[in-house]
Each structure stands twice: as structure tokens, then as C-alpha cells.
């Protein structure tokens, strides 16, 4: 059933034009019959053209013939990435591949997803909007846009090409930051030295320099708490200059410790000087074109109605909460297993399973929480989970 | 009262009890503790009524499967078998006073999961040494220990007022240092728990862990005859369902040696069928939506391995209560356990021993079906591998009591040598 997509496939080139489209046209309406339409649109696309996915589907039972509805979409489990390359156009076409971290693994200890992409147009149409939007809200649509200075604690996109984050970083740095923009790691780890002086002083010259965002994993930032209360300056308070924010995403897993997300928020707020309204957690994985941010610091900014602290997607993206007992749709704020669809993932599998719980909030519920990874087994018993973890350790 | 000077109050308490017993012989503290092993093995004594009773609320488990699972469990459990274990480990138990082997003057006993069985017998061995008992309760199981404790005190008061439940919680530092301080310590639990404890422990504490564990299964599936076939899965279906799979011997992976792929199938459906009917008779317990999400996720997983092509199956309930994947290899895969199995096949012997050699060090038990004549090579393989139990299947839940879990001897390494005196706090 699977057939192989000619190279710049007419459908798909149509495709993603529409998507595009509504990327740029600066529309923020979640319009649902247009996301529906798209939806089935690319199914039915991608039903015929992934590597696996239609055969997937119809062993489920469901085949574009039968859905009409995005919620009916089959899901793939976000760990497939790491069994197959699930894309839906000529490999030869590959012109870019984002792996995951390595922190988390499939069922089999493999270490890491690929991301096949054909083109980075999409990527990049839905990246910006939604980073300026919720990151440098002040920015947003207005045409006077100033740049400003990010930091980003990872490595630059030329010695990590494999890394949707970098890339991510990068393309910020290229259209939002200015001349005093740049990495902090050296040799792939962040060389914390350097930014505690850089840090120090734009703290000093608080007054005159403009507001600065640092940007990167939260364990980076762990990090380079971790630095800071190591160095010689462990004493002083930072004050980042009025407007400073920070851009956090990931999490600890697989790392030496973890800190709850409010201590690390705690951390940030007293040591560095960043306004807890200012700090901004990313949702986002390298299986997805499009990402999820906190809404706080737009909110904070623009004004407006004001909820809670939550993530919110752009319109072509939907996020479900499943029930993984009945596989339906949870109820208005019950926990259930995350299940994105992004119109922005053309190229391979544009509804994901992804390994997260989190539960629908905000106004009128139009944001969510993540509430954690759907782990596994319960303490229950003496028994090994054989996690993935685990599995790793056995190899 | 604080937690630490709770603590303190049980230690003393514990000391002097434990001289209490000096004027009992042998014989009689091993006549009492099988008397309690009699008592627990009795369907309708009090404890196991109230324990029946009280568990499945505690810990999650319906009621089915506690009464299933105390049933196996404590079948091979008899006094008699109690006592025997006493005189395999340490010798012939003298009439008057002279001791057999004495204990440390105190053991912290530290329990994990809610299966009742090791529990029990985690609080009554070092009590056959005269060293009191300072037990920390599992977290997601306050009930057993204390209706052990309470069991015991009623055979035995003197025995009784040896035990002490102390349960506190792990962020609790300064009630964990009174309670990590006793001369012996006996833990239960992850490997992280493990090193944590070990971190705290003097070089003079006497320690003795038990860590989580993986079980398997083997089944040599061309020489099972179609008509033995269902009862054999009947059998593994128990295993598998037992405790909801949460025991360190509930196996998690079933290697089918040799066979054809419709034997495989057909076997595959087998199991599916047992475990249905399992599930009707005894149902699974309710799980954590993360436990839930991670079964989804792996069945979806084997189902796109599936799509891509691979010979993987997945028969499973219509909610979560119970899983069969047929993987196309023999690749260590995740468990999330509540009665999710994988099948995976293997050429021969040769390669399940080689296959499952990674995980040697977290074995446990093997429940080894149809192998006739290449059985005791196989079952030999397995324990030189660090197998500490080979049975057949539906036995793998019921050890007999002197189950040398973990490899390690039940009362020897408890022993006293020269039983140094109880550490101070914070040592």
C-alpha cells in the first residue's frame, strides 16, 4: 500500500503551501474546520506515502476512507522514530535529520529518534511566529522590531547539525538577536566561566542595556547555577537588566539530578534577577515541527485576559489528552497521555503518541499542563519495570 | 515525641525485650515462628482474613488476587517447612540452652512492594537469632507488617514485643540515621534505594540487600503437543498474572525455543486465551494512568514494528488489563508489567542462555516448560547464569520458604561474629 512520493510530489508541494500559508498569514484564530480539512488532507497523504504508517492505520481499522474526523487520526508512538525512518517522501530527498537527546530511549535501549526532513520551510514558518509570540512578545507583529540580545546555553547549529534545538536557537539568533547574540558552549558543554562575567556585566550595566534573553536546556541552566554558586561571585545578586527573560525546555531525565521545575524557577528569579513572569518553559520534541510554550510572559505583556501558567500551540497544531484505557479523549481537566497533531509535520507523521501526561487548562481550556512522563510500573512490587533506562544499563 | 525519639523509645524497648528471650531455648523460638508460618498458611485464621481483607485497598490489588497469591504462596509455607529450612542453615537446633548461632543485637529490617510473603518472613528470620526487629513498613503497604507483628505476638508475646514497625518517611534524615544505625540491616528495594542505604552504613554494620529482580520463562514449544498446549498457558497465565506481575518472580519475557511460526502463533493465542480467562476469575488491580500510558505506548510500539514489517503481534484486552506481544527477535525489550508478556523466539538453548546473559545479574526465577530429558542441563546453565529458582510453570509465585533469594543464605548471613554493639547515631 505504501508508495514511494516522487520527489517534489505535486500534492504535497500543494500541501504544504496551504500550511504555510496559514503559518504566515499571522492568524492566531484556532479555526477547527480549517485544521480538520488540512488534517484528513494530510492523512490521507501521508496514509499513502510513510514508511509503515498506512499499514499501521489500517491494522487499526482506519483508513482515510473511514475518517473524517483529525481526532480519528491514528497516532504513532513518538519511540517509532527510534525503530524506522518514518518519512513520506523519497529518501534521497532528505536534506536534514534532528535526532532526539539521547536522554531517552525506545524499547529496545536504542538511544535515539531521527527526524527525516525534506524541507525546512514549514519548520522554520512555525518556529518564528510561535517564539516571537510567547518568548519576545513585545515584538510580535510590530514592524519596528528591535533586536535583541540572546545568549543561548547550548551548542551553535554548525557543531550540532542533528539537533532541532540548535537549529531552533539558531534561526532566533538570526532574526531576532542582536550583535552581542551568540552560544555559550564550548566543545559541546557550556562554558560557564565566560557567561558568569558576561552575565555580571550586563547586571551592572543594568541601566542602560537593553533587556537580554538566555535560552537553553533547563538542565543548562541547572548548570550554570551550579557555576555560579561555585565561583568567586557566589555572593553577588545578579540583576538581569528590565526585561530579561529566560527560554527553558527539556527536562533531566537521564541526567546526574533533577530539580523540581519551581526550585529551578526559584533559582533563576533569586540568582540571576529574572522576573518569574519572564521565565518561558518550551514543550517541544525533535519529532515535532511545531512547539508549545508558557503563556505567562505574552499574557503579562499584552495584556488582555490573564489565566494560568500553561502552554499554548499555535492554530496548526492540536494537542489531545487521551484516556489510555478507552483510547477517547479525557474530560476537561483529567491527566491523559499527551497526543499532538501538527500540520507542520508534512514530511513524516503529523499525529504523535508522545510519552508525556499532562491534563487540558486556561480560559476555556485553550492551553494545557505536562504533568510528567507516562512511566510505567507502580512501586508496587519487587519486580524490575525492565524501563528503558534499564535497558540501556543491560547493553 | 519527635520521629527520632520515637525511634529511640523502640530501640530501647527492643533491647530489653530482647533479653526477655534469654531464658528460652532454641527449640522453642523455632516451634513458636513455625506455629505463625502454620497460622498464616490457615485460609481462615484471623490474620489472613484480615489481611485479605485489608490489602487490596492498601496496595491496589483486588481481592482475588490477594487470596489467589496467599493461597500459592503460602501453600509450600508450612511449619514443618520452616523449621527444616532452620536445621538446613544452621545445623541440628539443640533441646536445652545451648544456642545455635546467635543474631546482632538488633536488625532494621527494611521492606519494599506489597507481597505479603517476603514480609513476613523478612520480620520472623532474624527473630531465629534472638535480634530484635526494627521494621520500616513498605510505603505502598502499611498492613502487613504490623498484622505480622500482631500475628506473632499472639503465638508468642515474648517474640512479639521483639518486632517494632517504625515507619517514616524517606525525607525523615535524622529518623533514618536512629534507624540505619542497628548493627544488622536488612533492605529491600531498587538498586538506587540500595546504594542510598549502603552510603550511610558503617564498615561494622552487618548488611544484607535484596534488589529488584527480572524473571523469565522458556518454553520449548515444538515439543508441547497441540492438546498440552493450553494447559501449559493456563499454567504461565497464573504466573504471569499473580501479583499483577509486580514480584521479583513474575516472569516478564517467555523465550520459545524452536517451533514453527504457527506454533508460535498458536501458542501466542493460548496464552491470550488463559489470560482472559485469568482475568475473569481474578481481575487485575486498578493501575496509575502512567502505568496504563506505558502499556498503550508499548503495545503501539509492537504494532508499528508490525506495520514496518516485522513478524510482531499483540493480542491484548480491550482496556489494559492484560497484554501478548509476539516479538519477531529475541531483543530485550521494556516490561511495564501488569500482566504484559512478550513472546520472543529462539533458534535453541544456545541462544536463550546467550540472550539472557546481559541480564544475569537481575535474574531471578525461570519457569521452564517442555524441555523432558534437556531440562537439568538447561535448568544447571540457568543457575550457573544466577538463576536463583527454575521451576515449572505455575509454580514460579509459590518458592518453597528456603528459596535462597537472590542467591544469598536466608539466616547465615545474619549470623553475629563477635556482634558488635549497636552503632552510635550518625555513624
Known amino acids: ?395 | 515525641m519527635s520521629a527520632a525519639d520515637r525511634m529511640d523509645a523502640a530501640v530501647r524497648s527492643l533491647e530489653h525485650a530482647r533479653s526477655s528471650l534469654d531464658a528460652r531455648n532454641d527449640q522453642a523460638i523455632v516451634a513458636a515462628l513455625a506455629k505463625v508460618f502454620d497460622v498464616w498458611r490457615d485460609p481462615n485464621s484471623d490474620c489472613r482474613r484480615e489481611l485479605e481483607a485489608r490489602l487490596p485497598g492498601a496496595a491496589g490489588f483486588t481481592s482475588e488476587n490477594v487470596r489467589a497469591g496467599l493461597n500459592a504462596g503460602f501453600e509450600p509455607w508450612t511449619g514443618d517447612a520452616f523449621a527444616q529450612m532452620v536445621r538446613n542453615e544452621l545445623g541440628a537446633i539443640p533441646e536445652g540452652g545451648q544456642r545455635t548461632a546467635v543474631g546482632h543485637p538488633l536488625t532494621s529490617v527494611v521492606l519494599a512492594g506489597s507481597i505479603p510473603m517476603p514480609s513476613l518472613l523478612s520480620i520472623v528470620l532474624p527473630l531465629v537469632l534472638r535480634s530484635p526487629v526494627l521494621c520500616k513498613p513498605a510505603s505502598r503497604d502499611l498492613v502487613t507488617a504490623s498484622l505480622v507483628a500482631k500475628s506473632i505476638h499472639t503465638v508468642d508475646p515474648l517474640l512479639g514485643n521483639c518486632i517494632a514497625i517504625v515507619p517514616f518517611e524517606k525525607e525523615d534524615t535524622a529518623t533514618a540515621r536512629a534507624f540505619f544505625a542497628s548493627p544488622c540491616v536488612v533492605v529491600t528495594g531498587s538498586s538506587e534505594t540500595i546504594q542510598e542505604v549502603e552510603s550511610q552504613l558503617a564498615p561494622n554494620q552487618a548488611r544484607l540487600f535484596y534488589g529488584h529482580r527480572i524473571s523469565i520463562g522458556a518454553v520449548n514449544i515444538a515439543a508441547i503437543d497441540a492438546g498440552s498446549i493450553a494447559s501449559v498457558a493456563e499454567r504461565l497465565a497464573i504466573d504471569v498474572s499473580l501479583w499483577d506481575q509486580l514480584g521479583c518472580l513474575s516472569p516478564t519475557h517467555l523465550y520459545l525455543v524452536g517451533g514453527s511460526d504457527t506454533q508460535i502463533e498458536n501458542f501466542a493465542s493460548s496464552l491470550a486465551a488463559a489470560l482472559e480467562a485469568y482475568e475473569k476469575q481474578c481481575p487485575r488491580g486498578e493501575i496509575t494512568i502512567a502505568a496504563a500510558a506505558g502499556i498503550v505506548r508499548e503495545r503501539s510500539e509492537a504494532k508499528m514494528r508490525n506495520a514496518l514489517g516485522h513478524h510482531t503481534r499483540v493480542l491484548a484486552s480491550e482496556g489494559t488489563q492484560w497484554t501478548v506481544v509476539t516479538e519477531h527477535d529475541a531483543t530485550l525489550r521494556a516490561a511495564p508489567l501488569h500482566r504484559f508478556i512478550r513472546l520472543s523466539p529462539v533458534a535453541d538453548t544456545a541462544e536463550l542462555i546467550n540472550t539472557i546473559a546481559p541480564m544475569a545479574d537481575f535474574l531471578a526465577g525461570v519457569v521452564l516448560a517442555g524441555f523432558a530429558e534437556d531440562r537439568a542441563a538447561l535448568a544447571r546453565d540457568l543457575k550457573d547464569l544466577g538463576a536463583s529458582r527454575v521451576c515449572e510453570p505455575g509454580e514460579l509465585q509459590a518458592p518453597p520458604i528456603d528459596w535462597a533469594r537472590d542467591n544469598q543464605p536466608l539466616l547465615r548471613a545474619m549470623i553475629a561474629t563477635g556482634s558488635p554493639p549497636r552503632a552510635k547515631d550518625g555513624a
Open chain 1, 1 to 395: 500500500m505504501t508508495e514511494t512520493a516522487m520527489l517534489g510530489d505535486p500534492r504535497r508541494q500543494a500541501f504544504d503551501q496551504k500550511v504555510l500559508a496559514w503559518m504566515t498569514e499571522g492568524s492566531w484564530e484556532k479555526d477547527d474546520a480549517r485544521f480538520n480539512t488540512l488534517a484528513c488532507e494530510l492523512f490521507e497523504f501521508q496514509f499513502a506515502y510513510c514508511t509503515g504508517y498506512g499499514r499501521f492505520c489500517e491494522a487499526l481499522g482506519k483508513t482515510p476512507s473511514t475518517i473524517s474526523n483529525y481526532r480519528d487520526i491514528p497516532a504513532v508512538p513518538t519511540s517509532a522514530f527510534k525503530e524506522a525512518r518514518l518519512h513520506s517522501f523519497d529518501a534521497d530527498a532528505t536534506i536534514k535529520v534532528f535526532r532526539t537527546s539521547g536522554t531517552t530511549t525506545g524499547s529496545t535501549g536504542q538511544a535515539r529518534g531521527s527526524l527525516y526532513l525534506d524541507t525546512l520551510s514549514l519548520y522554520e514558518a512555525s518556529l518564528l511566529p510561535m517564539i516571537r509570540r510567547f518568548v519576545f512578545p513585545e515584538r510580535d507583529g510590530d514592524a519596528s522590531e528591535k533586536p535583541i540580545t540572546i545568549r543561548v546555553l547550548a551548542n551553535p547549529p554548525e557543531t550540532t547539525s542533528d539537533s532541532s534545538l540548535s537549529h531552533m536557537f539558531g534561526i532566533a539568533l538570526r532574526e531576532l538577536g542582536d550583535g552581542d547574540s551568540g552560544y555559550e558552549n564550548r566543545d559541546g558543554t557550556l562554558d560557564a566561566t565566560p557567561l558568569i562575567t558576561r552575565l555580571l556585566q550586563f547586571s551592572e550595566r543594568a541601566e542602560e542595556k537593553g533587556p537580554v534573553a538566555l535560552c537553553g536546556t533547563s538542565f543548562a541552566f541547572v548548570h550554570l547555577l551550579d557555576a555560579l554558586d561555585a565561583s568567586p561571585h557566589r555572593d553577588k545578586t545578579l540583576q538581569l537588566p528590565r526585561g530579561s527573560r529566560v527560554m527553558e525546555t527539556g527536562g533531566f531525565k537521564g541526567r546526574s539530578r533533577e530539580v523540581p521545575r519551581h526550585e529551578l524557577y526559584d533559582a533563576i528569579e533569586n540568582r540571576l534577577g529574572v522576573a518569574r513572569s519572564h521565565i518561558v518553559n518550551q514543550y517541544g520534541m525533535a519529532e515535532l515541527g511545531s512547539q508549545f510554550y508558557d503563556s505567562q510572559l505574552y499574557e503579562s505583556i499584552r495584556g488582555g485576559t490573564a489565566g494560568p501558567r500553561r502552554k499554548l500551540g499555535p492554530p496548526w497544531a492540536r494537542v489531545r489528552f487521551i484516556d489510555p484505557e478507552t483510547g477517547e479523549d479525557v474530560a476537561s481537566g483529567q491527566t491523559g497521555m499527551i497526543v499532538v497533531h501538527d500540520l507542520a509535520n508534512t514530511g513524516s507523521v503529523a499525529a504523535l503518541q508522545t510519552e508525556d501526561l499532562g491534563r487540558r487548562t486556561g480560559i476555556e481550556d485553550d492551553g494545557f499542563e505536562v504533568l510528567g512522563r507516562a512511566s510505567g510500573a507502580e512501586a508496587r512490587g519487587c519486580s524490575i519495570a525492565a524501563d528503558a533506562s534499564w535497558l540501556k544499563a543491560m547493553r
